[in-house]
Nanobody
Framework: QVQVVESGGGLVQDGGFLRLSCTAS????????VGWYRQASDKQRELVAR?????????????DYADSVKGRFTISRANAWKTVYLQMNSLKPDDTAVYYC?????????WGQGTQVTVSS
C-alpha cells in the first residue's frame, strides 16, 4: 500500500510564494506520473501540474500545467521519484484551495490528504 503525504501549505499574501512537497512511501512499484491537483470551495478538483516519467534516461520527463498557473508554478521531482515539489510563485487569491498530490503507480493511484493553501488579498 502506498502512503502519500503533502506538506508546505499555509497562508500567504497576494503575490507571495509557497513550495509544496509530496512524499510517497510504502510498496510503491513503478511510478508513471505524479500530479498536483487542487479543489477550491464549491468547485471540482482540477489538475494543476503533472510530471510524467519518460522511463528513458535519454529523454526528459514531460510536464504539463493548467493554463491558469503557467509561468507561475513549477513542478519538479527528486531523483528517486518519491518526492515531488510544486513551487508556486506570484500567488493569487484564486489559487486558494486544498492541494492534493496523486501518484500514478503500477499498483494504482494513490492520493494524499491534501494541504491547504490560502492566499489573502
Amino acid at each position: 500500500q502506498v502512503q502519500v503525504v503533502e506538506s508546505g501549505g499555509g497562508l500567504v499574501q497576494d503575490g507571495g510564494f509557497l513550495r509544496l512537497s509530496c512524499t510517497a512511501s510504502g510498496y510503491i512499484g513503478g511510478i508513471s506520473a505524479v500530479g498536483w491537483y487542487r479543489q477550491a470551495s464549491d468547485k471540482q478538483r482540477e489538475l494543476v501540474a503533472r510530471i510524467t516519467n519518460s522511463s528513458n534516461i535519454d529523454y526528459a520527463d514531460s510536464v504539463d500545467y493548467a493554463d491558469s498557473v503557467k509561468g507561475r508554478f513549477t513542478i519538479s521531482r527528486a531523483n528517486a521519484w518519491k518526492t515531488v515539489y510544486l513551487q508556486m510563485n506570484s500567488l493569487k487569491p484564486d489559487d486558494t484551495a486544498v492541494y492534493y498530490c496523486n501518484f500514478a503507480t503500477t499498483h494504482g493511484n494513490a492520493w494524499g490528504q491534501g494541504t491547504q493553501v490560502t492566499v489573502s488579498s
